[in-house]
């Protein structure tokens, strides 16, 4: 019995974390929804957009379609 309570604990301290941080990793997309206007409220078809992740400077870009998003 003693042992089994070691292996346990060897289980939750030392492998769980580490399985934390492996399943944390594995989160790879997102998504981003927006609608380019203009002052008065119209939508922008074919603007210009830009994103970028300051983390790892990977950067995307595109144009708006004919509904602005």
């Known amino acids: ?3 089994l309570r070691a292996v346990l604990s060897f289980v939750l301290v030392v492998l769980f974390p ?3 941080v492996f ?3 594995q989160i790879t997309t997102g998504t981003i929804q927006a609608v380019v ?3 008065s ?3 922008l078809p074919g ?4 994103i970028r992740n300051v983390e790892t400077n ?3 870009s595109l144009a708006t379609g004919p ?3």
Do not use: H, N, W
């Not at 603007?47 to 830009?50: D, E, K, L, Q, R």
């Open 1 to 3: 019995m003693p042992r």
């Open 18 to 20: 580490i399985a934390l």
């Open 23 to 25: 399943s944390q990793t």
């Open 37 to 39: 206007k203009d002052e």
């Open 41 to 43: 409220g119209g939508v």
């Open 47 to 50: 603007a210009s957009v830009t």
């Open 58 to 60: 990977f950067q995307r």
């Open 67 to 69: 509904d602005g998003r």
